[in-house]
């Protein structure tokens, strides 16, 4: 099996998983641990002083052995996407960012134009940017123009559970930029979404809440695992074509004469 | 000095912000922080001067998606 390759470094897993929503830091380990992911994400937040809940969560995510890839999550301005950045550079000891610039609260939906902006300027920092975009072919082009080496097509908006909400977008995307790593961030809510994704030439999937909100997030995780694997098995192996004529599996050559 | 810490108002007696940040308790090393929207890096908090009316963020890691 090949290897996930981003910004040079090769990964066996291609689950990326969140570490939010769980309902309690053991029940999160466990599913990273039967996931089998290399890669979690985590975000950056106030804390009061005298306070060491964040201390904590980091040393828990440090025990697990995976690397992270913090986000900017909640940031509607290139501005305020490039501070997080920063921050999280320094605190995560890493140029990993998974760059969310979210243009309408309602919606989640990215804003595309903030993105670009706050891509080019991370990218010109030496940040390593994984972009959450849209299936928008001239977007995509114009964040690899701006430096990044990774796509983050979503599946369906952030927590939805909806699966793949365009297709042929993801499908486009894949046959547009044919050796880019494009990894399918958000919407996703079923093992079946991810092996969907998988199959259309995915090269990974990010998922958080359909683990940890499932009630045995562990068994989910593994569950999503296996899709994956499942998926991109298929991918590979080349599935034959779908059509509208019927046509036997059994050939009808030599069969026998039973007319009465 | 008035100023505004992770949203709050508070009356300040420091000048620095390492300094301020001790008097709110950060005594922990595990944080980051902004000055009005813009970075500041650990080595520099020590010659950062906060003047009266600016917005200190304090953030640490936390879970996300």
Redesign the interface.
């Given at each position: 099996m090949t290897m996930l390759e981003l910004y040079g470094r090769s990964f066996e897993s291609r689950i990326l998983l969140?570490?939010?929503?769980?309902p309690s830091p053991d029940r999160?380990a466990e599913a990273v641990q039967a996931s089998g992911t290399e890669i979690v994400?985590?975000?950056?937040?106030?804390?009061?002083?005298?306070?060491?809940?964040?201390?904590k969560?980091?040393n828990l995510?440090k025990s697990l052995d995976v690397t992270v890839l913090?986000?900017t999550?909640g940031c509607y301005s290139a501005?305020?996407a490039i501070?997080t950045a920063?921050?999280?550079r320094?605190?995560?000891q890493t140029d990993w960012i998974k760059l969310e610039v979210i243009g309408d609260s309602e919606s989640l939906h990215p804003d595309t134009a903030g993105l670009m902006e706050a891509a080019r300027i991370l990218n010109a920092e030496e940040f390593k940017v994984f972009p959450y975009t849209t299936e928008d072919l001239v977007v995509a082009e114009k964040l690899l123009h701006a430096g990044c080496e990774v796509l983050m097509p979503w599946g369906a908006p952030?927590g939805t559970a909806r699966g793949l909400n365009n297709e042929y977008g993801l499908r486009a995307l894949r046959s547009r930029f044919e050796t880019t790593p494009v990894i399918v961030d958000?919407g996703i809510g079923l093992p079946s979404h991810a092996a969907r994704a998988m199959e259309l030439g995915s090269d990974a999937v990010l998922?958080?809440?359909a683990v940890a909100r499932a009630e045995d997030p562990a068994r989910m995780a593994e569950a999503f695992a296996e899709g994956i694997r499942a998926g991109r098995n298929a991918y590979l192996a080349g599935p034959m074509q779908p059509s509208d004529m019927p046509q036997t599996s059994t050939s009808l050559i030599d069969k026998a004469d039973l007319r009465e | 000095m008035r100023v505004t810490v992770?949203?709050k108002t508070r009356e300040v007696n420091n000048q620095l912000l390492s300094e301020i940040?001790v008097e709110?308790?950060?005594?922990?090393t595990?944080?980051?922080?902004?000055l009005n929207?813009?970075?500041v890096?650990?080595h520099q908090r020590e010659s950062t001067r906060v003047v009266q009316g600016d917005r200190i963020?304090?953030?640490?890691?936390?879970?996300?998606?």
């Amino acid at each position: 099996m090949t290897m996930l390759e981003l910004y040079g470094r090769s990964f066996e897993s291609r689950i990326l998983l969140g570490t939010a929503r769980y309902p309690s830091p053991d029940r999160l380990a466990e599913a990273v641990q039967a996931s089998g992911t290399e890669i979690v994400t985590v975000s950056l937040r106030r804390e009061a002083g005298g306070s060491h809940a964040g201390e904590k969560f980091w040393n828990l995510i440090k025990s697990l052995d995976v690397t992270v890839l913090p986000n900017t999550a909640g940031c509607y301005s290139a501005r305020e996407a490039i501070t997080t950045a920063k921050m999280a550079r320094e605190l995560f000891q890493t140029d990993w960012i998974k760059l969310e610039v979210i243009g309408d609260s309602e919606s989640l939906h990215p804003d595309t134009a903030g993105l670009m902006e706050a891509a080019r300027i991370l990218n010109a920092e030496e940040f390593k940017v994984f972009p959450y975009t849209t299936e928008d072919l001239v977007v995509a082009e114009k964040l690899l123009h701006a430096g990044c080496e990774v796509l983050m097509p979503w599946g369906a908006p952030i927590g939805t559970a909806r699966g793949l909400n365009n297709e042929y977008g993801l499908r486009a995307l894949r046959s547009r930029f044919e050796t880019t790593p494009v990894i399918v961030d958000a919407g996703i809510g079923l093992p079946s979404h991810a092996a969907r994704a998988m199959e259309l030439g995915s090269d990974a999937v990010l998922l958080n809440t359909a683990v940890a909100r499932a009630e045995d997030p562990a068994r989910m995780a593994e569950a999503f695992a296996e899709g994956i694997r499942a998926g991109r098995n298929a991918y590979l192996a080349g599935p034959m074509q779908p059509s509208d004529m019927p046509q036997t599996s059994t050939s009808l050559i030599d069969k026998a004469d039973l007319r009465e | 000095m008035r100023v505004t810490v992770n949203g709050k108002t508070r009356e300040v007696n420091n000048q620095l912000l390492s300094e301020i940040l001790v008097e709110c308790g950060y005594q922990q090393t595990c944080f980051a922080t902004a000055l009005n929207g813009v970075f500041v890096h650990r080595h520099q908090r020590e010659s950062t001067r906060v003047v009266q009316g600016d917005r200190i963020e304090v953030v640490t890691p936390n879970a996300g998606g």
